[in-house]
């Protein structure tokens, strides 16, 4: 193996232990951040998700609860718990936690989110924001990628981006923020899809490669240009008898044979989902921070 493995891990614990002395000058202010997650259903995975940002909250010293509801809950009765989270001046910062149950209109829901609240980045006015080049909220896991870039000391500004998968939470939004006017921007960004032809080419191409489609292990390493970045976003479960669990977690990018030809790669696990989780953290710090000093 070649490539050097980015310790998403070890950025996500130097993110944490900078945001604790603004914890701590908020607590001295008598203000304890704080941030909800309302759960709704019984997705095994979301649950995990959620129950690490919980955990991770409380051992920063900040607030948290886990609002759970079933699976059959309708749209009204999760507007009138949105619009009382909105109310509650004890509350920074909330997410919903998706996917949320078919039957459920998530943008819908999304958009009735207070703005100043929505530590996931994900309300309309966020996302204009952000596209804009002013941004308030940014979406976790894009601000956490380049967060890791540019903590690991690789240059974004000038070289071309490849991003496969155009999802809200990942891929578009890290299309927008890797190719803003910007230090951590300025990059030449291309964004691929179900329907790009030929992704393997436009693979080659990619200083930097950023996985996001959710297909376990189906980018290789003949994809890659020697010595590029991969940052791998996918999180999928393959079936492994060998493994208590019967599953194991693999990305979107073959380890193996990916690791031989890039110049660096994020792990999975260890590499993108601790940085989602410490730029939560940050946007709830950030959300009592305005909160509060507001007149
Ligand atoms: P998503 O919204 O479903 O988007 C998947 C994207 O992949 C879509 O744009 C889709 O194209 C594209 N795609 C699917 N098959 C493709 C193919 N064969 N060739 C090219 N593009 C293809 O998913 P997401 O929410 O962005 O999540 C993507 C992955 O990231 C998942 O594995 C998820 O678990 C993981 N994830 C990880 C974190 C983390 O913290 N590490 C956070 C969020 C998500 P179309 O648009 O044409 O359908």
């Known amino acids: 193996m070649s490539a050097k493995i980015i310790d998403g891990k070890a950025i996500a614990a130097q993110i944490r232990s900078e945001l604790t002395e603004r914890i701590s000058e908020l607590k001295r202010k008598g203000i304890t951040p704080r941030l909800a997650a309302v759960l709704v259903g019984d997705d095994p995975a979301s649950a995990v998700y959620v129950g690490t940002k919980k955990k991770t909250a409380d051992a920063m010293g900040m607030a948290s609860e886990v609002i759970e509801r079933p699976a059959r809950t309708s749209f009204a009765e999760l507007e009138t718990l949105i619009r009382e989270l909105n109310a509650r001046k004890d509350l920074h910062g909330y ?11 998530e943008a819908a829901l999304v958009d009735l989110i207070d703005p100043a609240k929505d530590i996931d980045g994900f309300h309309p006015e966020n996302v204009g924001a952000m ?14 990628i380049v967060e890791l870039l540019v903590r690991s000391g690789i240059k974004i500004p000038g070289t071309e981006t490849v991003i496969l998968g155009r999802g809200n939470i990942v891929g578009r939004p890290m299309s927008i ?8 921007g300025d990059s030449t960004v291309t964004l691929c899809h179900s329907r790009t032809r030929d992704l393997a080419a436009h693979c080659r191409r990619a ?3 950023i996985l996001a489609m959710g297909r376990p292990e189906s980018v290789t390493g003949d994809m890659i240009k020697p010595g590029a970045t991969v940052i791998d976003v996918g999180i999928n479960r393959v079936d492994d008898s060998s493994t208590p669990k019967g599953y194991r977690l693999v990305g979107d ?9 890039a110049g660096a790669i994020t792990p999975v696990p260890g590499g993108v989902g601790p940085m989602t989780v410490a730029m939560l953290m940050s946007n709830t710090v950030m959300a009592a921070e305005a909160q509060t000093s507001r007149p």
């Open 95 to 105: 997410i919903v936690q998706s996917p949320l149950p078919d039957h459920l209109d």
């Open 131 to 144: 596209t804009l080049g002013f941004p308030r909220f940014l979406p976790c896991t894009p601000a956490g």
């Open 177 to 184: 923020l890797l190719s803003l006017k910007s230090p951590k």
């Open 207 to 209: 200083d930097i490669l």
């Open 253 to 261: 990018a073959h380890f193996p044979s990916v690791s031989e030809v």
